[in-house]
């Protein structure tokens, strides 16, 4: 049995993620409806500078940041959210956190490693206005679970969500490497790669290891940004530009470049010439 969540209506927050951006209407409109429908929401923005339909890149944002927020908090997705002959609208209980997302691949992407509590398909689009887009059927299942609603309101129970096949890490059979694909590039130009700690040191087995890299590959994963600095003799300025590897507050392998400013010196995206999609592997003895 699924245990009900009990939200203070004072404190319902609904998140947004969208690729909307800002330099339209968009954003303002569904900020509008929501608060016409539900004046008490607290509604906080996420991202709206989401990729344009990219799957990989709405999962690991909305991975990154959910858990910040408190329990009983409804998470929006507004990326590739059109219903189709093959794409449900579903709502979800995740970790004590509810989503609203087409059923795309986002959700089973960020479900991979925790089972969702409930899942349903959303069936109240003929309750709505002709005119309804999807946005609305979102918004208005968010204002629901938002003033402590039941998902069984809104829809019908389902038992998995539609598989993704986009981006996965592969293991090779002899579990020699792992090869991952670039999920994300940061404000920084620090690249996120779709390989987790957990993954990582499962395969690992404490053996030596390196990330092929060009012009050299590295060959550690420091346990945070300032652990470049291997020697007290220098500055940390010093360090300044340096390659480095660490695992982020998400749990994903980052490559970075130490301290860059993408609009001056440049990024680890730029200089290394590594963007969306590419291929790190790492390699084990």
């Given at each position: 049995m699924v245990q009900?969540?009990?939200?203070?209506?004072?404190m319902s927050?609904?998140?947004?993620?969208?690729?909307?951006g800002l330099k339209d209407h968009f954003v303002g409109a569904l900020k509008g409806k929501i608060l016409s429908e539900f004046p008490d929401a607290k509604i906080v923005d996420i991202s709206h500078d989401i990729d344009p339909f990219n799957l990989a890149e709405t999962s690991y944002i909305m991975q990154a940041a959910y858990d910040s927020f408190p329990k009983g908090t409804v998470h929006l997705i507004g990326v590739d959210a059109e219903r189709s002959a093959d794409i449900d609208h579903v709502a979800m209980l995740w970790n004590d956190h509810f989503f609203i997302c087409a059923d795309n691949g986002i959700l089973s992407m960020l479900t991979e490693r925790l089972l969702p509590e409930k899942i349903?398909?959303?069936?109240?689009h003929d309750r709505l206005s002709e005119t309804a887009t999807d946005l609305d059927v979102f918004k208005t299942v968010a204002c629901h679970l938002a003033k402590g609603g039941s998902l069984n309101v809104i829809g019908k129970e389902i038992?998995?969500?539609k598989p993704t096949s986009d981006l996965q890490p592969i293991i090779s059979k002899d579990a020699q490497s792992i090869k991952g694909n670039v999920i994300y590039i940061d404000h920084f130009g620090n690249i996120v790669v779709n390989i987790s700690k957990?993954?990582?040191l499962e395969i690992s087995k404490g053996r030596e290891y390196?990330?092929?890299l060009k012009p050299k590959p590295l060959k550690t994963i420091l346990p945070n940004f300032q652990a470049v600095a291997?020697?007290?003799k220098f500055p940390i300025k010093y360090y300044e530009g340096e390659r480095l590897a660490i695992f982020n507050e998400a749990g994903f392998l980052e490559i970075a470049l130490f301290r860059s400013n993408p609009k001056s010196m440049g990024s680890a995206s730029s200089l290394l010439g590594i963007g969306y999609r590419d291929t790190?592997?790492?390699?084990?003895?």
């Amino acid at each position: 049995m699924v245990q009900r969540i009990v939200i203070n209506k004072k404190m319902s927050i609904i998140t947004l993620t969208t690729d909307y951006g800002l330099k339209d209407h968009f954003v303002g409109a569904l900020k509008g409806k929501i608060l016409s429908e539900f004046p008490d929401a607290k509604i906080v923005d996420i991202s709206h500078d989401i990729d344009p339909f990219n799957l990989a890149e709405t999962s690991y944002i909305m991975q990154a940041a959910y858990d910040s927020f408190p329990k009983g908090t409804v998470h929006l997705i507004g990326v590739d959210a059109e219903r189709s002959a093959d794409i449900d609208h579903v709502a979800m209980l995740w970790n004590d956190h509810f989503f609203i997302c087409a059923d795309n691949g986002i959700l089973s992407m960020l479900t991979e490693r925790l089972l969702p509590e409930k899942i349903v398909a959303i069936n109240i689009h003929d309750r709505l206005s002709e005119t309804a887009t999807d946005l609305d059927v979102f918004k208005t299942v968010a204002c629901h679970l938002a003033k402590g609603g039941s998902l069984n309101v809104i829809g019908k129970e389902i038992s998995s969500l539609k598989p993704t096949s986009d981006l996965q890490p592969i293991i090779s059979k002899d579990a020699q490497s792992i090869k991952g694909n670039v999920i994300y590039i940061d404000h920084f130009g620090n690249i996120v790669v779709n390989i987790s700690k957990k993954l990582f040191l499962e395969i690992s087995k404490g053996r030596e290891y390196e990330i092929e890299l060009k012009p050299k590959p590295l060959k550690t994963i420091l346990p945070n940004f300032q652990a470049v600095a291997i020697s007290d003799k220098f500055p940390i300025k010093y360090y300044e530009g340096e390659r480095l590897a660490i695992f982020n507050e998400a749990g994903f392998l980052e490559i970075a470049l130490f301290r860059s400013n993408p609009k001056s010196m440049g990024s680890a995206s730029s200089l290394l010439g590594i963007g969306y999609r590419d291929t790190i592997t790492i390699h084990f003895k």
